[in-house]
T-cell receptor
Framework: DGGITQSPKYLFRKEGQNVTLSCEQN?????MYWYRQDPGQGLRLIYY???????QKGDIAEGYSVSREKKESFPLTVTSAQKNPTAFYLC????????????FGSGTRLTVV | DAKTTQPPSMDCAEGRAANLPCNHS???????VYWYRQIHSQGPQYIIH???NNETNEMASLIITEDRKSSTLILPHATLRDTAVYYC?????????????FGEGTQLTVNP
């Protein structure tokens, strides 16, 4: 079945360490997105990419980095520069140029210990 | 993209229709209305979208007012599994730079 896979589901990180969250899709979607969600709040856009080897900052990109070397993959690195990284991270994908909605993964819950 | 206003919470009895309102008074002519829902600790799920006309699919109906300044998502026979946060979003169709912006949504609780 086509879909988006995020791994791992739960991730613990020591303060000061970088960590990379995986996002893979087999939907042949052009665009991919990373969102962050804090408890009781909506989703905030971190980064997005509409084509391989190109990506743009979202509303809260500081302390994060991404790459888009393959159409299927859009990993997110949470760096030590991110002051409050504990959150629920969601990856999504969509088809550029159409009105259809986004497909979301099941999320990764990151906790800094 | 235009901003939306939704009530923070609503309750509905199981088996009854759930009507979730959304105001988007600054919507532009080329902006669509999208609805998503998010069950606790899961990724959001697309429900339905529309431009001008009312829309219906297997999950829900979307009623858009004639002036397009507000809309209502209707779940015709709510079940306990419909308990979730429902997000109303307006945006231009997927073009370069267009992206979904989520507010805080409406927490719908379906009671037995």
């Amino acid at each position: 079945d086509g879909g988006i896979t995020q791994s791992p589901k739960y991730l613990f990180r020591k303060e000061g360490q970088n960590v990379t969250l995986s996002c893979e899709q087999n939907l042949n979607h052009d665009a991919m997105y990373w969102y962050r969600q804090d408890p009781g709040q909506g989703l905030r856009l971190i980064y997005y990419s509409q084509i391989v080897n190109d990506f743009q900052k979202g509303d809260i990109a500081e302390g994060y980095s991404v790459s888009r070397e393959k159409k299927e993959s859009f990993p997110l690195t949470v760096t030590s520069a991110q002051k409050n990284p504990t959150a629920f991270y969601l990856c999504a994908s969509s088809i550029v140029g159409q009105t259809y909605g986004y497909t979301f993964g099941s999320g990764t819950r990151l906790t800094v210990v | 993209d235009a901003k939306t206003t939704q009530p923070p919470s609503m309750d509905c009895a199981e088996g009854r229709a759930a009507n979730l309102p959304c105001n988007h008074s600054t919507i532009s002519g080329n902006e669509y209305v999208y609805w998503y829902r998010q069950i606790h600790s899961q990724g959001p799920q697309y429900i339905i979208h529309g431009l001008k006309n009312n829309e219906t699919n297997e999950m829900a109906s979307l009623i858009i007012t004639e002036d397009r300044k507000s809309s209502t998502l209707i779940l015709p026979h709510a079940t306990l599994r419909d308990t979730a946060v429902y997000y109303c979003i307006v945006r231009v169709a997927e073009t370069s730079g267009s992206r979904l912006t989520f507010g805080e949504g409406t927490q719908l609780t379906v009671n037995p």
